[in-house]
């Protein structure tokens, strides 16, 4: 669907991108994980044409490279910046940029309610943008986004100044999207927001991947032990284990002092994965 | 083009939106038209502060006074002379609104100059710029008191004059060893000199009311100045071209409007490229030709729009008249093109926003006061005045003018027309290119 081949993106002094190599499948919804300057925002604006990589290809559907107007009718882009005109209401944004990718008539009108009503913003509509609250217009960003139907939906870090309510109806949009069958690419530094809702995870840190997989298989192999915090009647400890289940099964099954009055389980985390990794924590 | 429509109707709309941008597009060059169109239809004609008219003059007569007047008058800080071989092409000056009138001194004039007594010359010929007639009285006046300084010296205090001449007479016609000849000439002449001075009303008179100076009998009249039309003749009856301030002020005006449009355009593109509304538009299926297009095309209509609307407020509710229609739509279309260039290069004068607001309307005022924006050119000191053809401002007002009440001829306009359309083209692809450069 959307492949990066040896991508390099370098600013000035800074390598943003480093010899990205990443092939997102239909369907799925792909997370790119990694802390602030990670190179996310700049893979993003890569694959969607607004910046030219300095090295590698970029193919779109097979179609060819986003440069080219046409490859990009397919791709809906919901910036980490908030993309929208103020003064103008909900309504005449969605209409101006469904327009931009050639709707119109009662096909673009349907279309503009369709996804007013899938970000809950139809009471809304016709009130001017500049005074939504941050959660709204991000609402809006994506509703902006995804007007024309995209097969591929780009989401630069969606949640930022978000309020959690917000936060869900996102969520619950992606998921939306997962079920039409649309490509998601969803980017964030928040690891509970990449584990909840990606099927695949790429870890960026400092313009590289440094792994990609399942957020299960992510774990697994990189995610080290789950803690086992044990509380008897004298005392408390930790156990460090691969299989939790089967460990609290064998202490329950014991008796006397050593039986576990109550227990804590802490699963590794992507979280976990990136301290690993990195020896650094995402939230620096 | 839906596209590009499309994006053009978002920007009029925003404008239309934004009370500011409103303000200087609509509110303040209506203001300035009617405002300063009072003010300066009020304005006295005698201003004693005047400095550099801009005359050029003519000498048909090649008496050694005549070119020694004409010295004198270069001399004059009240002047600024330029003295032109033909009456042909004095009049082009004046016409094209290079210079503000144009003198003409007739063939004998050194001969009155020398001897006023001998009585008037033919008339000096007069032409004034239409866009200063109502400098008009005033410049006549500056003239004639000009030429009756040459006898000020002489004159200058008329009632020590009289006794002078009373006492030279009496001793003429008194002394015994005084030709019977001479005393034939001298008596009247004397007594002619008396009732000079008794009929001359002082020089002040003539300087702040010129006007009765041509046309008044009775007194004394050594040199009779014509006014010409030095404007094209027209096929209608009513040859005045300039009968109203506000034909003044309403071209200033509309270079006021479409300056206002082009800044307003060319900050919210510079607002676009900062709050991330450009970068979608990139991320669309349109071509930065069709991004750019759009912009151009709102602040096109826009600034025509403006023009329309000053030049319809201007005609039905004050009463401008307009040479021509279509040569004003013409000149209209021009400085339309001309500011949507400024508009784009406007767009790359800074990062953000204000660097952009603030720098941008710098430079336009700048530009509009050394254009005339603010006051006639005619009225500028002339080092300021030099520069003034750097100014797109400048061109948009000849035009304008031309179409307005200047009576410009078909290739009269192709000049400023012709330099808005090519200030634009230009503007418009450096603008753009750097624009695109600067949205990487
Ligand atoms: N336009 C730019 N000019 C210079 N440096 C940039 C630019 N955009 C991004 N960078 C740098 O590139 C690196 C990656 O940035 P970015 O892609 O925005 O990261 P992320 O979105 O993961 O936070 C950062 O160090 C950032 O400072
Ligand atoms: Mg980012």
Redesign the interface.
Known sequence: MLNFQNISKTYVSICAVDDLTLEIKKGEVFGLLGPNGAGKTTTISMA?????PDRGTIQINGEGSPTD?????G?G?A?Q????????TAR?NLL??G????L?GAELHNAVMRVLEFVTLSDRAGDRVGGFSGGMKRRLNLA?AIIHEPDITLMDEPTAGVDPQSRNAIFQLVTDLRERGCTVIYTTHYMEEAERLCDRVAIMDQGKVIALDTVDNLIKAHGGQAELTIRTSQNQRVIQTDDPLSDLARLMAGDGSDRPTSFTLDRPSLESVFLNLTGRSLRD | M??IW??AR?DL??LV??RSGLFFAVVFPLLYATFFGYIMSGMSSSDAQVRGIRVVVVNNDDSSESQAFVEELKQDEKFDVLVAQSRVEAEDLVRKGSRSAMIVFPEGFGKTLSNPFVGASEAIELGIDPGRSMQASMIQGLLMEKLMSGFGTLFNDSKRMRSTVADTLSSIQKDPDIEPAFKFLMVPFLKSVDRFYTELPNTQTFAQNGESSTGSSGGFQPFAIERVDVVRASKDENPSNLDSAFQITFPQAIVWGVMGCAASFGISLVTERT???L?????????WTTILASKALACFIATTLVAAMLIAVGVLIMGIKIHSFLMLLVAILSVSVGFVGIMMLLSVLGRTERSAGGIGWAVLLILGMLGGAMMPLEFMPESLRQFASISPIKWSILALEGAVWRRFTVQEMLLPCGVLLGIGLGCFVLGSRIFRIMG?
Do not use: H, Q, W
């Open positions: 969607v044409g607004l910046v030219d107007p046409a490859v990009r009718k791709l882009v910036p910046a908030l993309a929208l005109y103020d003064d103008l005449e101006l940029f327009r931009l990718y050639g119109a902006c | 839906g596209t499309a994006l978002k709309k925003l939106r934004d709050n991330g509304t970068m979608r538009l990139r991320v669309a299926p349109i071509s990487k």
